[in-house]
C-alpha cells in the first residue's frame, strides 16, 4: 500500500480551503485538511515542495512512523505551518487505513464511547435582543449548547458578531487586513448583563458559552470569569493570548469559572503545564492544527489523566475535512467534552461532499469506510484562491491588541 501521488488542492468555495490528497498504488485515496486562515498558501507549499515529494513509495500504513518522519525529520518542529502540513498528511493517512480496514475510522482507534457528539451552536448579535433571538433560534433547532457573543457599546466591530445577519465569518477578502478597536473597559462592564440577560429569559437548562478571543489580561480574566459565576457558564474560552501558561494560575485562584484554551495551540508542548496543573478545565486543539489525528489523540490521552476535558475548536476555516476527522476522535477518546459546530455554506459543502449529519444538537460520524468525506476536484477548481486576512486589533489609542 504505498503513496503513489500526494496533491495539493487549494479552492476558495465562499472562504479558502487546503486540502491534500493522497493515492496509494492499490487505488485507495485519503483526504486531508491543511487549511491556516489567513496563511493558506505558506502551508500548501511547505506540502508541495518539501513534504509531497518525501511520500511517494512511502507504506501509506505506517502512520505514527511517517508522523515522526515529517517531525524529527525536518528539524525546525512544531509551529502551526509545518503541524497543519503534517496533520493533513496524518488524516489522509488515517482515511486511507479505515478504507483498507472497510471500517469508519473511529473503530480504529478504539470504537465509540457515545453515541453522538454534543456540539455548540453559534448566536452572535449586534445588540442584546438579537443575541437572544439567535439563542432562541438555535434552542428551537435542538442545540443544547449555545455560545453567545454580542456587539459591545461604544466599540464599532466586535469578533464573533458578523456584519448585518450573514454568518459570522472573520477572514476578509482584499490585500490587507481589517482593522477594529478594542476597549477592555467597555466590554468588561458590558458583558455580564449579556448572559444575564439570556439566562432570564431562558433559564439555565442548556450550556452557555463565551469567548473572549484572548484579550483581556489575567486579573482582568478573573474578574470576568468571577462575575461570570451565577450565570453558570459551561465555559469562558481564550480569556488571555494563550502563549504565558503560568498566566493561566492567576485566573484560576480567582475564579470557579470553566476556562477552555487551545484553537491556536499545534502542539503537546503548548498545552502540557495547562494540562499537568489543572489549569485549564477544556482543552481546544482541533485536529488541523494539532498535528493530525496521531498526535491529537496523545494531547487528548495526557488531558484525560488531569480531569481535562475535550471542546475542540471547529468555526468554518476548519474544512468538512476536518470536522469528519474530529467526529471520528470525539466519538472515541473516553474525555470527550464537546465539540464547536458553525455549518458550513452550501457551495463549500458541495467541494466536500461527506456523511456526517446534524440531529438535535448533535453530530454523528460518518459509518463510512475511513473519514467519510472526499473532494470533487472539479467542483474545487471551480472556485480560486482569493487572498483574504484575518482582521488586527487596536486599542483606542492606536495600539497594536490581541485580535
Ligand atoms: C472560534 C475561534 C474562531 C477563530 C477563527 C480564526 O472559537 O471558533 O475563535 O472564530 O477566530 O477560527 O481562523
Ligand atoms: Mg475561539
Not at 462592564?189 to 444575564?196: E, G, H, I, K, R
Not at 494563550?242 to 480567582?254: A, C, D, N
Request: charged share 20%; aromatic share 10%.
Amino acid at each position: 500500500m504505498n503513496i503513489v501521488e500526494a496533491k495539493v488542492i487549494v479552492t476558495c468555495p465562499d472562504r479558502n480551503f487546503v486540502t491534500l490528497k493522497l493515492i496509494t498504488d492499490d487505488g485507495l485515496t485519503g483526504v486531508g485538511d491543511a487549511t491556516l486562515n489567513g496563511r493558506e498558501l505558506a502551508v500548501a507549499s511547505y506540502l508541495r515542495d518539501h513534504v509531497c515529494p518525501l511520500l511517494i513509495g512511502r507504506d501509506a500504513s505506517r502512520i505514527e512512523d511517517t508522523w515522526q518522519y515529517l517531525h524529527k525529520g525536518a528539524y525546525w518542529r512544531r509551529g502551526p505551518v509545518t503541524m497543519t502540513a503534517v496533520a493533513a498528511v496524518d488524516t489522509a493517512l488515517w482515511d486511507i487505513k479505515g478504507k483498507a480496514a472497510g471500517m469508519p475510522v473511529y473503530q480504529l482507534i478504539g470504537g465509540r464511547s457515545r453515541d453522538a457528539v454534543t456540539v455548540y451552536g453559534h448566536a452572535n448579535g449586534a445588540t442584546v435582543p438579537e443575541a437572544l433571538e439567535q439563542v432562541g433560534s438555535l434552542l428551537d433547532e435542538g442545540y443544547r449548547a449555545v455560545r453567545v457573543q454580542a456587539g459591545v457599546p461604544g466599540l464599532e466591530k466586535v469578533y464573533g458578531v458578523p456584519a448585518g445577519h450573514a454568518p459570522y465569518e472573520p477572514a476578509v477578502a482584499g490585500d490587507r487586513p481589517e482593522e477594529a478597536t478594542w476597549s477592555t473597559a467597555k466590554y468588561l462592564n458590558f458583558v455580564p448583563s449579556l448572559f444575564a440577560a439570556v439566562r432570564e429569559r431562558f433559564g439555565h437548562d442548556f450550556h452557555l458559552l463565551h469567548d473572549a478571543h484572548h484579550r483581556l489580561t489575567p486579573i482582568e480574566a478573573a474578574r470576568l470569569g468571577r462575575a461570570a459565576e451565577p450565570y453558570g457558564l459551561f465555559w469562558l474560552e481564550d480569556p488571555i493570548s494563550e502563549e504565558l501558561q503560568e498566566g493561566f494560575r492567576l485566573i484560576r485562584q480567582h475564579t470557579t469559572t470553566p476556562i477552555a484554551v487551545g484553537e491556536v495551540y499545534n502542539s503537546i508542548w503548548d498545552c502540557h503545564q495547562l494540562i499537568t496543573e489543572q489549569l485549564i478545565d477544556y482543552i481546544r486543539m482541533d485536529v488541523v492544527h494539532g498535528g493530525g489525528i496521531t498526535h491529537l489523540r496523545r494531547v487528548f490521552d495526557l488531558a484525560d489523566l488531569y480531569h481535562v476535558r475535550t471542546g475542540s475548536h471547529g468555526a468554518t476555516d476548519l474544512s468538512p475535512v476536518c470536522l469528519a476527522a474530529a467526529l471520528h476522535v470525539d466519538v472515541a477518546v473516553p474525555n470527550f467534552g464537546i465539540q464547536e459546530y458553525m455549518p458550513h455554506t452550501e457551495t463549500t459543502n458541495a467541494v466536500f461532499p461527506h456523511s456526517y449529519r446534524f440531529a438535535d444538537g448533535l453530530l454523528y460520524p460518518s459509518e463510512e469506510p475511513g473519514l467519510g468525506v472526499d473532494i470533487d476536484e472539479e467542483a474545487a477548481a471551480e472556485y480560486p484562491y482569493r487572498q483574504a486576512y484575518l482582521p488586527v486589533n487596536r486599542l483606542e489609542d492606536g495600539s497594536m491588541h490581541d485580535w
